[in-house]
């Protein structure tokens, strides 16, 4: 009997699942990739016979390059100074080691099915090539929190000292600046940039932007004031059994104004790339860049893994008119690859001491990219958090150095979780991990008793990680808000003959792994663009 097409993409599907069919139905060209999903970088599948590129990381901008240069025929190898694939995308469980330059070594111990996303966390919904390789690779998204309004603020200015819900802080501010902007609408002497209809559509607006409520019902023309009125900020008793409970009597103006809690934690969930929920993958970040390894090759047996020669440290890079030489460190040994073209993800803080024979220009651009350095800290703990304070996912933020609390966003009602207990960027994290790791674990205690009492004796197993302190990472990502960047950048973006960059740390999502795409692709055009320089446009 002939085997119907649908017949066997459902036998497929029970063997690999939806990922399998759709490569199935992909590799005999019966199904062109939707044009919504980002995830399909057009390159004839041929197109790349007979050309070797070596690849420099497997973290998942190297990946990323290797997967979608395989599919389109050409030879990759990837090398990867340490043991292990995903780069910066490092999600800790028990019996996971890992060692910073000049630190003690560390073990994780958490309980079984317990994990620390030690390095990204969380994928915002417009990630669109994260999200698409996602789909393509069955990998499962469940949501992150990102805010919720039971988290905690604390402000160590002395007018605030308190631990408050962000509620609180938030709608009490957001009623006080409506009531200040109904006044202001009420002076003819101000001469409000606006029309008299749209001013009445504004006095409205502000009625709901902050709670207000009517200082005297009988006339239209006064002002509105804040007192929240329906409870946005919380209660002080709450609604019972025929009893409408009792508002909270808000926050003064100025003791939020002088608590400084506005600069910035209460309005982080207004970045495009927070918002109050994003995604995580189901059962750690890990889940993302695996996908990745477990793709079986286009043109021989094996996965996208057996491609990457691990405990291999590149050393110098010498680009030449028709190959790329590549003269690394295998396991101690000294090694040469010789290569069609060379598509480098090494951290610019590294590559930038490496020899190469790259224009000056480029490798001073590449000493001047700003680096930033990022450090985190993670305890396992009974859900303390849940029980005593109502918390379920989302983040808490403190003035002091830890700077923020991660509570998990799923597991809920568990007897354990896994918290962020820290993490910072920048100067701060630079302080923070030149401390030994014992020192660091102290800090994050205390500073997490202010913020929730009786955490010292809650939280156990704690890590410390300083990205800035790892060998091969030398930071935690590229700081496109100082002026260095976006010039170095233009520079660092430009092929060098066979020889591209890649990695976040040369887009606009620096720090973000659909920056890691991005580039990836970047590079697999600027190579296709050079293999076949009339090709696809
Ligand atoms: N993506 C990381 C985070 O969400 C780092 C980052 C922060 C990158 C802010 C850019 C801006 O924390």
Same mark, same amino acid.
């Given at each position: 009997?002939?085997?119907?097409?649908?017949?066997?993409?459902?036998?497929?599907?029970?063997?690999? $699942?939806?990922?399998?069919?759709?490569?199935?139905?992909?590799?005999?060209?019966?199904?062109?990739?939707?044009?919504?999903?980002?995830?399909?970088?057009?390159?004839?599948?041929?197109?790349?016979?007979?050309?070797?590129?070596?690849?420099?990381?497997?973290?998942?901008?190297?990946?990323?390059?290797?997967?979608?240069?395989?599919?389109?025929?050409?030879?990759?190898?990837?090398?990867?100074?340490?043991?292990?694939?995903?780069?910066?995308?490092?999600?800790?469980?028990?019996?996971?080691?890992?060692?910073?330059?000049?630190?003690?070594?560390?073990?994780?111990?958490?309980?079984?099915?317990?994990?620390?996303?030690?390095?990204?966390?969380?994928?915002?919904?417009?990630?669109?090539?994260?999200?698409?390789?996602?789909?393509?690779?069955?990998?499962?998204?469940?949501?992150?929190?990102?805010?919720?309004?039971?988290?905690?603020?604390?402000?160590?200015?002395?007018?605030?000292?308190?631990?408050?819900?962000?509620?609180?802080?938030?709608?009490?501010?957001?009623?006080?600046?409506?009531?200040?902007?109904?006044?202001?609408?009420?002076?003819?002497?101000?001469?409000?940039?606006?029309?008299?209809?749209?001013?009445?559509?504004?006095?409205?607006?502000?009625?709901?932007? $902050?709670?207000?409520?009517?200082?005297?019902?009988?006339?239209?023309?006064?002002?509105?004031?804040?007192?929240?009125?329906?409870?946005?900020?919380?209660?002080?008793?709450?609604?019972?059994?025929?009893?409408?409970?009792?508002?909270?009597?808000?926050?003064?103006?100025?003791?939020?104004?002088?608590?400084?809690?506005?600069?910035?934690?209460?309005?982080?969930?207004?970045?495009?790339?927070?918002?109050?929920?994003?995604?995580?993958?189901?059962?750690?970040?890990?889940?993302?860049?695996?996908?990745?390894?477990?793709?079986?090759?286009?043109?021989?047996?094996?996965?996208?893994?057996?491609?990457?020669?691990?405990?291999?440290?590149?050393?110098?890079?010498?680009?030449?008119?028709?190959?790329?030489?590549?003269?690394?460190?295998?396991?101690?040994?000294?090694?040469?690859?010789?290569?069609?073209?060379?598509?480098?993800?090494?951290?610019?803080?590294?590559?930038?001491?490496?020899?190469?024979?790259?224009?000056?220009?480029?490798?001073?651009?590449?000493?001047?990219?700003?680096?930033?350095?990022?450090?985190?800290?993670?305890?396992?703990?009974?859900?303390?958090?849940?029980?005593?304070?109502?918390?379920?996912?989302?983040?808490?933020?403190?003035?002091?150095?830890?700077?923020?609390?991660?509570?998990?966003?799923?597991?809920?009602?568990?007897?354990? $979780?896994?918290?962020?207990?820290?993490?910072?960027?920048?100067?701060?994290?630079?302080?923070?991990?030149?401390?030994?790791?014992?020192?660091?674990?102290?800090?994050?205690?205390?500073?997490?008793?202010?913020?929730?009492?009786?955490?010292?004796?809650?939280?156990?197993?704690?890590?410390?990680?300083?990205?800035?302190?790892?060998?091969?990472?030398?930071?935690?990502?590229?700081?496109?808000?100082?002026?260095?960047?976006?010039?170095?950048?233009?520079?660092?973006?430009?092929?060098?003959?066979?020889?591209?960059?890649? $990695?976040?740390?040369?887009?606009?999502?620096?720090?973000?792994?659909?920056?890691?795409?991005?580039?990836?692709?970047?590079?697999?055009?600027?190579?296709?663009?050079?293999?076949?320089?009339?090709?696809?446009?």
């Amino acid at each position: 009997m002939p085997m119907t097409r649908r017949g066997m993409l459902r036998g497929m599907a029970r063997l690999g $699942g939806a990922g399998a069919v759709y490569e199935t139905l992909a590799a005999w060209d019966f199904l062109k990739p939707p044009p919504a999903m980002a995830a399909s970088l057009a390159l004839p599948r041929e197109s790349g016979q007979g050309k070797t590129v070596a690849i420099l990381g497997a973290g998942v901008s190297g990946l990323c390059t290797a997967y979608e240069l395989d599919r389109a025929g050409y030879t990759c190898i990837i090398l990867e100074p340490t043991r292990r694939a995903g780069g910066r995308s490092l999600t800790l469980r028990r019996g996971d080691r890992f060692q910073e330059m000049g630190h003690d070594a560390q073990e994780c111990t958490f309980d079984d099915g317990q994990y620390l996303n030690a390095g990204p966390g969380r994928i915002p919904h417009h990630h669109v090539h994260v999200i698409d390789y996602c789909r393509r690779f069955n990998v499962a998204l469940e949501p992150y929190i990102f805010a919720s309004r039971a988290n905690l603020i604390r402000s160590g200015t002395p007018e605030a000292g308190k631990t408050r819900p962000v509620r609180e802080a938030y709608h009490s501010l957001q009623g006080h600046v409506a009531e200040l902007l109904d006044k202001c609408s009420r002076r003819p002497e101000l001469e409000l940039p606006i029309g008299k209809d749209d001013l009445e559509k504004l006095q409205e607006m502000l009625v709901q932007f $902050g709670d207000l409520s009517p200082a005297d019902r009988s006339s239209k023309n006064t002002a509105y004031s804040y007192k929240n009125q329906h409870a946005r900020a919380g209660y002080e008793r709450p609604p019972g059994v025929a009893d409408p409970g009792k508002p909270l009597s808000p926050l003064k103006l100025e003791e939020i104004l002088r608590s400084n809690v506005w600069d910035d934690w209460l309005f982080r969930d207004g970045e495009v790339y927070w918002q109050t929920s994003l995604m995580q993958p189901t059962g750690g970040m890990d889940m993302f860049f695996k996908g990745f390894l477990r793709q079986p090759l286009s043109r021989q047996l094996g996965t996208l893994e057996g491609l990457i020669r691990y405990g291999a440290k590149a050393t110098e890079i010498d680009v030449q008119g028709d190959r790329v030489r590549i003269n690394y460190v295998d396991s101690g040994t000294p090694r040469t690859l010789d290569a069609d073209y060379c598509v480098s993800t090494i951290p610019m803080s590294i590559f930038r001491n490496m020899k190469t024979n790259l224009p000056a220009p480029f490798m001073e651009a590449a000493k001047k990219l700003p680096i930033m350095a990022a450090g985190k800290v993670g305890w396992q703990a009974p859900r303390f958090w849940e029980i005593d304070a109502n918390i379920y996912g989302g983040i808490s933020w403190t003035s002091e150095t830890i700077d923020q609390i991660w509570y998990p966003s799923s597991g809920y009602l568990s007897a354990t $979780g896994v918290l962020t207990g820290a993490y910072m960027r920048g100067d701060a994290a630079v302080e923070f991990n030149k401390r030994p790791v014992a020192d660091r674990l102290r800090i994050a205690r205390q500073q997490g008793e202010r913020l929730h009492p009786g955490y010292t004796q809650h939280v156990q197993h704690g890590l410390a990680i300083g990205w800035n302190n790892m060998e091969f990472q030398q930071g935690g990502w590229a700081d496109e808000d100082a002026g260095d960047f976006g010039p170095n950048v233009q520079v660092l973006a430009q092929p060098q003959g066979r020889f591209i960059v890649a $990695g976040d740390h040369i887009t606009f999502w620096s720090g973000w792994q659909e920056g890691a795409l991005l580039a990836a692709w970047h590079a697999v055009a600027a190579i296709d663009k050079q293999v076949r320089p009339a090709g696809g446009g």
